[in-house]
């Protein structure tokens, strides 16, 4: 019988460094606290291991991901180059992709950091529910990986 998805997404989690699981784990925490009817779709792909806050089941629908490697984890924005950013917080360069670095779990609750996930809630094409519960969905796991660990020195 396979793993429960609670169970898979700890032992994804486990194959971090260390620091990098604590903020990760932390911040899951805090955003599952303020989107508590968000589904969290988890990817454990090649580059990093994704959790995407959903407003619904679809990938699309995900207003913020953490994805994290070996050096630690991004706040991502799927739709992120259409988001104000009058702080100027986001980094990358690409068509819609955004992210910025979270050094703790802290920084979610920046005011200006809330300002960009708060835009990105809005910006999304389905609302996030009012209540219930989100569902905690194992997407896709890649079966090769990058190391999740730095090399020992």
């Known amino acids: 019988m396979p793993d429960s998805p609670a169970r898979q997404l700890a032992g994804f989690i486990a194959k971090l460094e260390p620091g990098v699981a604590k903020i990760l784990r932390a911040a899951r925490s805090a955003l599952r606290r303020q989107f508590p009817a968000a589904h969290e779709l988890v990817y454990d792909n090649y580059n990093f291991f994704v959790i995407g806050f959903s407003t619904t089941e679809r990938p699309a629908d995900a207003f913020v991901m953490l994805a994290a ?45 809330q300002d960009l996930i708060q835009a990105a809630v809005h910006h999304s094409s389905s609302p996030l529910p009012a209540t219930g519960r989100g569902r905690l969905i194992i997407r896709a796991i890649a079966p090769k990986q990058r190391p999740r660990r730095l090399a020992p020195r």
């Open 69 to 113: 490697n070996a050096q630690g984890v991004n706040l991502n924005f799927y739709y992120g180059a259409a988001l104000p950013d009058p702080h100027q917080l986001l980094q990358g360069s690409g068509n819609q992709n955004r992210f910025l670095r979270l050094e703790s779990a802290a920084t979610l609750a920046r005011p200006e950091v």
